[in-house]
């Protein structure tokens, strides 16, 4: 299987507009200078006239670390050229993008922020904005999602993983005995029983894509999450969830489970 980092996801390249050639400089606004750090150009106010949004920071160390400060959503009216300054709950990371799309079916696009925490989890902080009638509304925190979608996930005899969704009301078994014999010793008897009781953990906080899954023009978020075994480099598979708003609130249309394959021989 292959797993591309967010940041290399093809779909950010959509909606780039000639802001997107200042990424990089600086700016001022309302008494403060800010780096720009990413830009796309499309209505997001529903008057179909091209808005530019972008987000901005500050780089408080040398200019070659990507690592920024204050990160906030800035957006620019297409008609009045009035800015409108949003500050996000998560300022601080790595290289914050943003993406345009219809994520409600209004036919006027939304906003999706991510920026990447640059931690050894590789997750990333996910935000999605409406800002149809120049009024910002939060649709989509990944934080509250995590909360709110809790697993359980346990070792059991003869190799096997269970991983449980309580408010999905699913269950899914992983297959670990291609893990290799001194994974697995230090688990299991010779006889394929545990040990002992083991748990391992779905990471709270993942990454999280645009995707138009439907191919409507409306898209969907796929939140991405590692699940883990002993620690947290320990990951046994990815487990991925397709949100689809309904109206109100993004809730779970699809979920699975994707592993990584073992060499043959």
């Known amino acids: 299987m292959i797993y591309k980092p967010y940041y290399k996801c093809p779909y950010y390249h959509l909606g780039r507009g000639p802001h997107y050639n200042n990424v990089g400089q600086m700016m001022y606004f309302n ?12 209505d997001v106010n529903g008057d179909r006239i091209p808005d530019s949004v972008c987000t901005v920071g ?9 690592f920024t400060e204050d990160i906030t959503l800035l957006i620019q009216d297409g008609v009045t050229h009035k800015y409108t300054r949003i500050p996000l709950k998560e ?30 989890g590789g997750f990333s902080y996910d935000y999605v904005y409406s800002f149809l009638d120049n009024e910002p509304k939060l649709l989509f925190d990944a934080e509250e ?35 290799g014999a001194e ?5 299991y008897n010779r006889n394929g029983t545990l040990k002992a009781p083991l748990q391992g953990e779905v990471i709270p906080m993942g990454n999280v894509y645009p995707i138009d899954m439907q191919r409507d023009k409306q898209y969907e978020l796929n939140v991405i999450q590692r699940i883990i075994g002993r620690y947290g480099a320990d990951t046994l598979a990815l487990l991925n969830t397709n949100l689809k708003w309904n109206g109100e609130q993004f809730e779970p249309d699809m979920q699975y489970i994707s592993i990584w394959g073992s060499d043959i021989g």
Do not use: W
């Open 91 to 120: 300022n601080q990371g790595y290289d914050p993008i943003v993406f345009l799309g219809d994520f409600t079916g209004d036919k006027v696009n939304d906003i999706l922020v991510s920026i990447n925490s640059g931690g050894s």
């Open 183 to 187: 994974y697995l010793n230090e688990i």
């Open 58 to 66: 500050n780089r408080p160390y040398d200019l070659q670390s990507t």
């Open 145 to 179: 999602f995590s909360s709110k979608y809790q697993y359980q996930v346990n070792y059991k005899d003869y190799y096997k993983v269970e991983v449980i969704s309580p408010a999905m009301k699913q269950k899914y078994i992983l297959d670990i005995s291609l893990k």
């Open 31 to 42: 008494g403060h200078s800010y780096y720009i750090l990413d830009c796309a150009d499309g």
